[in-house]
């Protein structure tokens, strides 16, 4: 299961002292706010110096490595390799949804794929999928952060690179 979700949100800091994970998987295809951190809320909340290397992330919507929904909050040198595999909307290499949150020195170096065959929740009326995150909005910050990842979609409203779609 990832550590936070929509009724219990990650709310404190993690600092992975540069250690990595490896062969992370996690498949629940039909859940949203899916990654090795589902919801992290609040700006209090930090996730620092840790790395996923290899495995697969997979989920419906809001569906990233590190983490599925940042909702204010920091990660700070953060990076993965691991596959991203969605069903849904707001898919990211690193994070699905990113809503008022600082994000620094980190990265993404696996593949992202995500079919949205439509029925499903949008995310934030539409569905969106990037290298890096999926969807970037409000008073957010990203700095020295990069993606060097494949995007394969199908059925997606807005699609990039680095980023699905970015507002605010």
Excluded: H
Excluded at 14 to 31: E, M, Y
Excluded at 69 to 81: A, E, F, I, M, P
Excluded at 136 to 162: A, H, L, N, P
């Amino acid at each position: 299961d990832p550590i936070g979700d929509s009724s219990t949100k990650f709310t404190g800091t993690l600092d992975g002292n540069n250690k990595t994970i490896s062969s992370l998987t996690i498949d629940r295809d039909a859940s949203n706010y899916i990654g090795l951190f589902g919801y992290i809320d609040g700006s209090s909340a930090e996730i620092s110096d840790l790395g996923l290397v290899g495995g697969a992330i997979t989920g419906n919507g809001m569906v990233g490595s590190i983490v599925g929904r940042l909702n204010g909050g920091t990660l700070d040198n953060v990076y993965s390799t691991a596959d991203v595999n969605a069903d849904s909307n707001c898919v990211g290499g690193v994070v699905g949804y990113v809503n008022d949150g600082t994000v620094t020195d980190s990265y993404y170096s696996g593949a992202v794929t995500a079919t949205y065959p439509g029925g499903g929740p949008p995310c934030a009326s539409g569905n969106y999928a990037g290298g890096f995150a999926g969807y970037i909005r409000g008073e957010t910050t990203i700095s020295d952060s990069y993606s060097e990842g494949s995007v394969t979609t199908s059925g997606f409203s807005s699609v990039g690179g680095f980023a699905g779609i970015i507002r605010g």
